[in-house]
């Protein structure tokens, strides 16, 4: 199993749940990495801003891409990881799929998937894209940069 995990693209400001023209670039950006990858599910939650993150993706794959939203909701965070965790578990072993979540969120579904921590995410970087390699033996986890530099 091979998941694309990431933080939302740059948001317009801290009060607007929106992409910023940047964030739209960057956005846009991952549609093209991954359009050819055989991605067939992405998980996020329900802020506009991850959506929007998923959306010029979802643009180009039409139906060959299911976006399955997981609300914070009641269950705060830990349920919202544990969730996102629960489905991508569940998907068959050849999947591709991407996770799209927040600064608070992405390190505990990287570490509930894999077992691995990651550095704490910044309030304005938003460049990071890590690839998990979930299979029986151990999982395995890479960080790419993509798009322009954030800090």
């Known amino acids: 199993m091979l998941i694309f995990a990431l933080r939302h693209a740059d948001r317009a400001s801290e009060n ?3 992409l910023s023209d940047a964030g739209q670039v960057r956005a846009e950006l991952l549609a093209r990495m991954l359009a050819q990858s055989g991605i067939k599910n992405a998980y996020c939650s329900d802020a506009k801003r991850t959506q929007d993150t998923i ?3 979802k643009a180009l794959l039409g139906g060959k ?3 399955n939203l997981f609300p914070v909701g009641d269950n705060g965070v830990d349920g919202h990881v544990q969730a996102i965790a629960t489905a991508v ?3 068959p072993p050849d999947s591709i799929a991407a996770v799209i979540g927040h600064s608070n969120t ?5 570490k509930a998937l894999t077992q691995k921590a990651i550095d ?3 309030p304005n970087e938003f460049d990071k894209l890590f690839v998990l390699s979930i299979s029986a033996a151990s999982p395995s986890l890479t960080l790419l940069k993509y798009g322009a530099p954030t800090l």
């Open 65 to 67: 891409l299911t976006v």
């Open 120 to 122: 704490p995410i910044g």
């Open 55 to 57: 959306a010029p993706l």
């Open 89 to 91: 578990r569940a998907l």
């Open 16 to 18: 607007v749940d929106a």
């Open 106 to 110: 992405i390190d505990l579904i990287i």
